[in-house]
């Protein structure tokens, strides 16, 4: 089985903004799997099936800087280890649109991570970064991740949010290395077109 986690902050006021494409691309991939989420304790989660592989996919609803004792509750319950771990988050340091798979690594100051890493006192756990560009000079990071995209930038994200899944897919059928092979080259751009 593979736990594939959405990272966002929980409610409508949230759902759509940039910190929240995480779960915007774990949803899109339960619609397309035919997985319905469903709240549970701590989270919202679904269990079926991709290519054979069993996954549960799971939104936490903590804030984004408290989810990492609801993944390693989850790895606990289900009986799985960091390898069977996917986490999709946002990435400021990406452009908007650009998709990156990695297998471990830093934070890279994003809070939900760094939540992730400290309950389970490892980096090794593979994700896929989305990214959400970097806020124009004088704007606020707390404020930028917090608001919606710019109308520009939604049909980008639109393709975005298909490639993400279409990375998952991959991940799933024939392991992080391909799905990194490609989809981490992928032009933003292309997702436009």
Do not use: C
């Amino acid at each position: 089985m593979r736990l594939i986690v959405g990272l966002g902050n929980p409610g409508r006021a949230y759902a759509a903004t940039r910190h929240n494409v995480g779960v915007m691309a774990l949803e899109q991939a339960a619609t397309r799997w035919n997985i319905v989420l469903r709240e549970r304790g701590p989270a919202r989660r679904g269990q079926g099936k991709f290519d054979r592989v069993d996954v549960m996919l799971v939104q936490p609803l903590t804030w984004m800087n408290q989810n990492g004792p609801v993944v390693y509750d989850l790895l606990t319950e289900l009986g799985l280890t960091f390898d069977d771990l996917i986490v999709i988050h946002d990435d400021l340091d990406l452009p908007v649109g650009r998709l990156r798979l990695k297998r471990s690594g830093g934070s890279g100051g994003h809070n939900g991570i760094r939540s992730i890493q400290a309950a389970l006192a490892s980096q090794t756990f593979s994700r896929l970064k989305i990214g959400i560009g970097r806020p124009v000079p004088g704007e606020e990071t707390a404020d930028y991740v917090l608001s919606p995209f710019y109308p520009e930038e939604r049909p980008i994200i639109a393709h975005t949010l298909t490639h993400a899944v279409m990375a998952l897919e991959l991940y799933l059928s024939e392991g992080l290395d391909q799905a990194m092979n490609r989809f981490n080259n992928l032009d933003e751009q292309e997702g436009a077109n």
